[in-house]
Each structure stands twice: as structure tokens, then as C-alpha cells.
Nanobody, 132 residues
């Protein structure tokens, strides 16, 4: 069955870096748009970065532009989010998600969070805490 398993979260000091990883199984990652989302306590889930394999487009939320980098390895069925210059506002549970690439662009997937539930899949999340 389809599985997305995140790892790599943890505690990091402000200004530090962290890479979270998503291992995909049960489907062919190449045919899916991937995305990273996050949810902080008391806040709605938001799209952080998404990447399409159909047209190569990549979307970043304004809050992470220049600091975060999304990447994917379709052969290894892996997705990554490299996070640099972390600040306390980045503290959240980070989720990996996928949607069929035929049904969405990278930006659409990230902006319309609920669309993932309609025809995509979510991972279980990994906690990232930025604190001194």
C-alpha cells in the first residue's frame, strides 16, 4: 500500500540547519507531485514547498524562500527538504505529501492544502523544534 515515512526532525538552535527526509513506497514517485507541509500548534497546516516532476516547477512559500530547498530522487523514491537559517517560527510538525502529477501543479498543491486529502496521500509527520 502507499506509504510516506518522514524522518530527520529534531531540536535545532536558531540559525541552524536540518534536513528532513520522506521515504515513499507502494507507488511510482515519478508520477506524483511531492510537497512538504507544516503545522504549528494552534495553526492551520500550510504548504512549505512543492515540486512537480511533470514540468519541473517548484514552489516555495514566501516565509521559506532562500532558506529551504526541496529535492527528490525518483529512483530511490525519496524526497528531501533542506532547511537552513532556521528560526523559532519554523517550529512545527512537517509532513510529506504526494498528489498525482496529472491533477496538480506544484503551486496548486502547496496553496490548496485540502486538495491533498482529495486524491493524494500524507505521511505521519516529523517534529522540528527550533529553540535555544
Amino acid at each position: 500500500q502507499v506509504q510516506l515515512v518522514e524522518s530527520g526532525g529534531g531540536l535545532v538552535q536558531p540559525g541552524g540547519s536540518l534536513r528532513v527526509t520522506c521515504a515513499a513506497s507502494g507507488f511510482t514517485l515519478e508520477y506524483y507531485t511531492i510537497g512538504w507541509f507544516r503545522q504549528a500548534p494552534g495553526k492551520e497546516r500550510e504548504g512549505v514547498s512543492c515540486a512537480s516532476s511533470a514540468d519541473g516547477s517548484i514552489y516555495y512559500a514566501d516565509s521559506v524562500k532562500g532558506r529551504f530547498t526541496i529535492s527528490r530522487d525518483n529512483v530511490k523514491h525519496m524526497a528531501y527538504l533542506q532547511m537552513n537559517s532556521l528560526n523559532p517560527e519554523d517550529t512545527a510538525v512537517y509532513y510529506c505529501a504526494v498528489r498525482p502529477r496529472i491533477s496538480t501543479t506544484a503551486k496548486t498543491m502547496c496553496v490548496n492544502v485540502n486538495s491533498v486529502t482529495s486524491d493524494g496521500y500524507w505521511g505521519q509527520g516529523t517534529q522540528v523544534t527550533v529553540s535555544s
